[in-house]
């Protein structure tokens, strides 16, 4: 037992943010647990055991001083998260049972770890793609990671063909097919140069971005594939061994904290920087995956609120009831795409859902129970986050009711809506499962802004607002091509607290939503 302990400690098992006092080891089951009498962690490990040997004889005083007292930093997560240094198997992780968030990480480490349940690898051996439609999961599907998937989509088999050949298209996959995937691209490693050949389908150069009619959305064409610098590869293949480790102990990592972790990972000018390429990288290699980046247990941190008389559920089980959270709304959580169900408070019938943009509106109309005196969701993600647009995508599938939307009137305001409902080039691999074509736009006009109360274009603005001009899909929407036209000719624009200068905002949206019932809108595309 001296040679495991030695074996723990030197490959970094025990992290130590904090020490633990009090250690007790006790056999369970073919496991050895170590748990903490004073902040109940509990570290557990596959080993095989005498049922008769006492528990003193696991654990000399050395290793157990070691466990007590490491002075392990947090950047050396190496083994913990997959990245071994010696042949490249890993196969030591095999030693951990239990998931980072067992691991004496600091309070703030390990809340920024979701505990989102997942397949194990047996329950999920036999999946090859097909299983989704043949009902493999049935009621258990919120607990895998297939949820954003083609075959969900109102597609025939030769639909999804046709559009798996023209675009990129990044689907949720099982841990399994993640892992298969992920060892896949570190098989290409060459020593010989001393780098991965991986291949990602187009360069930004070349036109990646289009616009699809029938779909109504943004899209990333499939390019011809061009091999990555190495430098970008090294990158590309260190992150693969984190996200390697991350499938195989079935954890989820924020992008935050493994920024934390590995800083060495994206370094850059400044952390803010350095942030933004880790992203971006993530990104990247969701698009050369072709997987989402919740099925590499990569997810960020959640942004969006919501408040109204409505319950989401996954696998029957009450998610959030959206009715608590008073005037700061209830956060949505990473886990949005695997609400399966949405019921409307008892004796309350939705009306609509409003999107609002800013979290200072959100605020002021749930202060003043606009949710409940109108019966409505309010919703708000500011520049939209990927869970705050799964989680209004939600709203929309599975709720019976319109979805409006009010904005800015500023060239952003529009930028923001646009990108709810026809998607963005940052995500054109992933618009397909995150888009809302029927939202309404039903403000902030302009033109309903007096000029005292206006402001004039910036140069970003106006960049902006040109960009938007050029776009023909935004003649989808009722309403939003004239207010860009009347920012081009005022060069103004509006912010909601403006207009509040003037008339009461409830009175406004009230107006608006009317109105958007009254006027001619343009049919979404069902997909």
């Not at 006092?21 to 089951?29: I, K, V, W």
């Amino acid at each position: 037992m001296e040679e495991w302990f030695n074996m723990c400690d030197h490959c970094h098992v025990h992290l130590s943010s904090s020490s633990h006092t009090n250690l007790l080891p006790s056999p369970n089951d073919g496991k050895l647990n170590v748990k903490c009498s004073l902040c109940k962690l509990i570290c557990s490990y596959q080993i095989e055991l005498d049922e008769d040997t006492s528990s003193s004889s696991y654990m000399t005083p050395p290793a157990r001083s070691r466990l007590q007292h490491s002075n392990l930093g947090i950047s050396q997560l190496s083994y913990a998260t997959g990245h071994s240094q010696g042949d490249g198997d890993q196969s030591s992780i095999q030693g951990i049972s239990g998931s980072l968030s067992d691991l004496s990480l600091s309070r703030y480490a390990v809340s920024q770890m979701s505990t989102s349940p997942a397949y194990d690898d047996k329950d999920v051996t036999a999946y090859d793609g097909k299983d989704v439609t043949d009902g493999k999961f049935g009621e258990d599907s919120h607990k895998g990671f297939i949820h954003r998937t083609l075959m969900k989509l109102k597609l025939s088999p030769e639909e999804i063909d046709e559009l798996k050949k023209k675009y990129v298209i990044a689907e949720s996959v099982s841990p399994k097919v993640a892992l298969e995937k992920v060892n896949d691209a570190l098989s290409t490693w060459s020593p010989d140069v001393g780098r991965y050949k991986l291949r990602m389908p187009g360069k930004a150069k070349e036109g990646l971005y289009v616009y699809d009619d029938t779909l109504g959305q943004i899209c990333r064409l499939r390019k011809k594939t061009y091999l990555v610098a190495r430098q970008k590869s090294l990158r590309f293949g260190e992150l693969l061994l984190i996200i390697k480790g991350l499938l195989k102990t079935h954890t989820f990592l924020r992008l935050r904290l493994l920024h934390y972790m590995h800083p060495q990972l994206c370094r850059s000018t400044t952390p803010e920087q350095s942030m933004e390429l880790l992203r971006q990288t993530a990104a990247e290699l969701s698009v050369l995956l072709e997987v989402s980046r919740e099925s590499l247990n990569l997810t960020a941190s959640p942004q969006g609120v919501t408040v109204g008389p409505a319950i989401l559920y996954v696998g029957g089980k009450e998610l959030i009831d959206c009715n608590h959270g008073g005037a700061s709304g209830n956060l949505i959580p990473c886990e949005a795409e695997t609400i399966d169900k949405i019921e409307a408070t008892e004796g309350v019938d939705i009306e609509y859902v409003l999107l609002v943009e800013k979290d200072t509106i959100f605020q002021y109309l749930a202060s003043r129970n606009f949710h409940k005196k109108n019966n409505c969701v309010l919703i708000t993600g500011g520049v939209p986050d990927v869970y705050t647009r799964i989680l209004l995508r939600k709203y929309n599938d599975l709720l019976s009711v319109p979805i409006y939307a009010l904005m800015d009137g500023n060239p952003s305001g529009a930028q923001i809506f646009s990108t709810y409902c026809f998607g963005s080039n940052e995500k054109a691999h992933e618009n397909l499962f995150l888009t809302v074509q029927g939202l309404d736009f039903i403000g902030l006009f302009v033109r309903d802004i007096l000029p005292e109360n206006r402001s004039a274009l910036t140069e970003d603005d106006q960049d902006t607002l040109s960009s938007l001009l050029k776009t023909k899909y935004i003649d989808r929407i009722e309403g939003l091509r004239s207010n860009l036209v009347f920012m081009d000719e005022t060069k103004s624009k509006a912010d909601i607290e403006m207009m509040m200068r003037q008339q009461s905002l409830e009175s406004y949206i009230l107006k608006s939503v009317q109105a958007a019932k009254n006027r001619r809108k343009v049919q979404p595309i069902k997909i």
